[in-house]
């Protein structure tokens, strides 16, 4: 068990000063809910055990550590109705060293493990890149690590464990039959699939360079068409919206033309031949050359872009491989297809009274238009509001990238609160909270106001201890007064609320001896439970006298 326990630390270690937590709460269907936390403590060996042996909290592992370096690398995939199998198919057809898990949500982490700890952004890189293979670059729903530097205030963002309860839970990793694996089986392939480098996957597989010839037309087939090509047979399938496909090829073709004349078979070529060859042999329903002429080529005039943002070309899309190539799209064209959601990092709230929340988010870094994260403070009206959420990290000197300007206000406001369903939780201290600044605000007052023993002083604005019930009671009026000479404008009927909400005072209609004129004198009060470690007691003569007697 021990030689488990430190294999499965080796292989998912990550940041040493801070870890994520779930505690399972009600479940919806096959989806596990609750309450996920960040807690700033290092992660132990206890709870790694715990963890394994599906003791709640189960734990999540932040993976960039304090210096740039990670261990692993994981595509999030949080679509219900997809199919997984398949995808798990793709994954050992292209030969890719990924380790496909359930997660507890039933759909599917995807992990890439390095023997060793790397750096972060080369892991990201090649986990894009990845992504990009498997047609999977429009349905992200997070790449890890998520962020490729950290703040020493931040902690960045987990990701929950497999094999909590690793003897019968539904957190494991799936093996080449798409049947769950054991750990001891998990381990196997990590051994199989962990990589010593990524410096395979960094080179741009036939990607020729300036003033590089292309030996064959494949050459010359930008990122998104080979993925398409190499995952599909070396066909681009039917459904995949053939005249778009082609508009976008046809775009590769004009700026293909002159690099393909100087491969012997195509040197009289130009970019139609090209796309009507490209038409011919790679598509699996090609569209007649008839119709290429009247819808692909109908415009002479007409300025040709790449269609990288249509959803059947942006799956395949590798915009880093894709600048660098001799066809490829250039660096404003590169920028205009950085998603706003690729911006964000884990939104972290601070369970104070109301709630802070803490967003890492990319900004322009400087002239080069580079980016780099920063974290920032924000109401819960400001995080969901493009317009409030622009100007609060402007006002910060930091300056949001164009991406996040023209993402529609509407857009933002739900891919905000859908990341709020999946934000860390600090918990925090007891004094930002409301019941504890209440109940420290009404206890000053006790302490200023004085604590008498004889309720009759209560007409003099002091609070009475009612020795037998363990009471205070006070007049609203003195407390009112209180407030008044300290600027605190609450209202009464909020102070009142406040009482009987937070205090769980009660108001009570009494009366006490007026000690000169021996009549009963009427008078409301608010009484409370008293902790009589918060005040101390003013004695006079008589109330000696009563405590001597209630000692004897």
């Known amino acids: 068990m021990l030689r488990m326990l430190e294999k499965f630390i080796n292989i998912f270690e990550g940041l040493d000063r801070a870890y994520g937590t779930f505690v399972k709460g009600k479940s919806t269907g096959i989806k596990a809910e609750g309450r996920s936390s960040t807690v700033r403590e290092p992660l132990t060996k206890q709870l790694w055990q715990d963890h394994l042996d599906g003791k709640y909290p189960s734990i999540g592992v932040m993976p960039l550590?304090?210096?740039?370096?990670?261990?692993?690398?994981?595509?999030?995939?949080d679509l219900p109705e997809f199919d997984y199998e398949d995808l798990l198919k793709t994954i050992r057809k292209l030969k890719l060293p990924l380790i496909m898990f359930r997660s507890k949500s039933g759909c599917a982490h995807v992990y890439m493990f390095m023997k060793d700890f790397t750096n972060a952004v080369q892991v990201q890189k090649v986990m894009k890149k990845f992504a990009a293979k498997l047609g999977l670059a429009d349905k992200l729903d997070r790449t890890y690590p998520l962020q490729t530097e950290i703040d020493p205030k931040d902690t960045g963002s987990y990701l929950n464990l497999p094999y909590f309860n690793h003897e019968e839970g539904s957190r494991y990793a799936w093996n080449d039959e798409f049947e769950a694996a054991s750990i001891e089986e998990f381990f196997e392939m990590y051994e199989k699939y962990a990589q010593d480098s990524l410096g395979e996957y960094l080179v741009d597989e036939k990607i020729p360079k300036k003033k590089e010839k292309a030996k064959n037309l494949e050459d010359l087939y930008i990122p998104c068409m080979k993925n398409?090509?190499?995952?599909?047979d070396n066909k681009i399938p039917g459904d995949?919206?053939?005249n778009d496909y082609l508009m976008h090829c046809f775009t590769w073709a004009k700026r293909a033309e002159k690099h393909a004349k100087e491969i012997p078979e195509f040197s009289n070529f130009d970019a139609k031949d090209l796309l009507k060859y490209f038409n011919k042999k790679s598509m699996e329903s090609p569209l007649p050359e008839d119709e290429i002429e009247k819808t692909i080529f109908k415009s002479e005039n007409t300025e040709y872009k790449y269609l990288c943002k249509r959803p059947n070309i942006q799956k395949d899309c590798d915009p880093t491989a894709c600048r660098f190539h001799i066809c490829g799209i250039n660096k404003d064209e590169a920028e205009k297809l950085v998603r706003a959601e690729e911006l964000f990092g884990t939104i972290t709230e601070y369970t104070s009274e109301p709630p802070v929340f803490f967003d890492v988010v990319k900004v322009i870094k400087d002239s080069t238009d580079n980016l780099k994260q920063v974290r920032v403070e924000f109401t819960g009206s400001e995080?969901?509001?493009?317009?409030?959420?622009?100007?609060?990290?402007?006002d910060a000197g930091y300056f949001p990238p164009n991406a996040l300007?023209?993402?529609?206000?509407?857009?933002?406001r739900q891919w905000q609160l859908q990341r709020l369903t999946k934000r860390n939780i600090e918990e925090a201290e007891e004094e930002t909270q409301k019941k504890y600044q209440f109940e420290s605000l009404i206890y000053d007052f006790v302490e200023k106001a004085t604590v008498s023993l004889e309720k009759h002083n209560i007409q003099w604005g002091t609070c009475y201890l009612d020795q037998k019930q363990k009471t205070l009671e006070f007049r609203i009026k003195d407390l009112m007064d209180y407030l008044a000479s300290k600027n605190d404008k609450t209202s009464v009927r909020k102070i009142c609320f406040d009482l009987a909400k937070i205090m769980d005072a009660k108001r009570n209609r009494g009366d006490y001896t007026d000690k000169v004129s021996k009549k009963r004198v009427s008078c409301v009060t608010w009484k409370f439970a008293a902790d009589s470690s918060k005040f101390a007691i003013t004695i006079n003569q008589t109330a000696t006298k009563q405590l001597k007697n209630d000692k004897d």
């Open 65 to 77: 550590k304090d210096d740039g370096t990670c261990k692993w690398g994981a595509i999030d995939i």
């Open 228 to 232: 398409c090509l190499k995952r599909n």
């Open 240 to 242: 995949i919206g053939r």
């Open 383 to 394: 995080i969901i509001d493009k317009k409030l959420y622009c100007n609060k990290l402007s």
């Open 405 to 412: 300007y023209q993402m529609k206000s509407d857009d933002f």
